[in-house]
């Protein structure tokens, strides 16, 4: 299948520092990429849909300004948590759809454990 | 509002017997459903999906059965093994939004030996 690469899979950094998630599809183009956050026991909650090119879409309740999102190229979208409160901390994955395929499948990255202290 | 339901938590089988997972579904848009499984500190990894028009899809131990009636489907996985200890995830997309998938909450099987 289809793979996708998530860097870092942990990262620990101080209250007010700002981190970059980088996300890339390594075998396939990918016009659009998903952001997801999991809270520990909760569901995975779609953050935003990153879109090559053009600007995001955020979900409701998801700060636009808070969480970036850079789709410079089809194979790469990054996720800055900017001013990092510890209430960010979280597992954030994201995940790619294939370009030339007819269904709705989605990859998976592996995951970034952010812990802000 | 949660448009995809996996009302129970956990669930415990014995190895070799059958473990039935299931889901339940609000939006009569969704039209693909699909389940993962996940690791801790891990993503999701698809396991099988399933399309409106069917009912039934069979890949090796997992069949996922969809009755859209009741907006209700399930994971069977038969026979149990060990191995398939993970949290399971149901997911729904409508197939105008792509791949944008609405989860649920996730039902940790443990399966003993």
């Known amino acids: 299948g289809a793979v996708v690469s998530q860097h870092p899979s942990r990262v620990i950094c101080k209250s007010g520092t700002s981190v970059k998630i980088e996300c890339r599809s390594l075998d396939f183009q990918a016009t659009t990429m998903f952001w997801y956050r999991q809270f520990p026991k909760k569901s995975l909650m779609l953050m935003a849909t990153s879109n090559e090119g053009s600007k995001a879409t955020y979900e409701q309740g998801v700060e636009k300004d808070k969480f970036l999102i850079n789709h410079a190229s089809l194979t790469l979208s990054t996720l800055t948590v900017t001013s990092a409160h510890p209430e960010d901390s979280s597992f954030y994955i994201c995940s790619a759809r294939v370009t030339n395929r007819g269904d709705t499948e989605a990859f998976f990255g592996q995951g970034t454990r952010l812990t802000v202290v | ?113």
């Open chain 2, 1 to 113: 509002d949660q448009q995809v339901k996996q009302n129970s938590p956990s669930l415990s089988v014995q190895e070799g017997r059958i473990s039935i997972l299931n889901c339940d579904y609000t939006n009569s848009m969704f039209d693909y459903f699909l389940w993962y499984k996940k690791y801790p500190a891990e993503g999701p990894t698809f396991l099988i999906s399933i399309s409106s028009i069917k009912d039934k899809n069979e890949d090796g131990r997992f069949t996922v059965f969809l009755n859209k009636s009741a907006k209700h489907l399930s994971l069977h996985i038969v026979p149990s093994q060990p191995g398939d200890s993970a949290v399971y995830f149901c997911a729904a997309s409508k197939e105008t939004s792509g791949s944008r998938l609405t989860f649920g909450e996730g039902t940790q099987l443990t399966v003993n030996p």
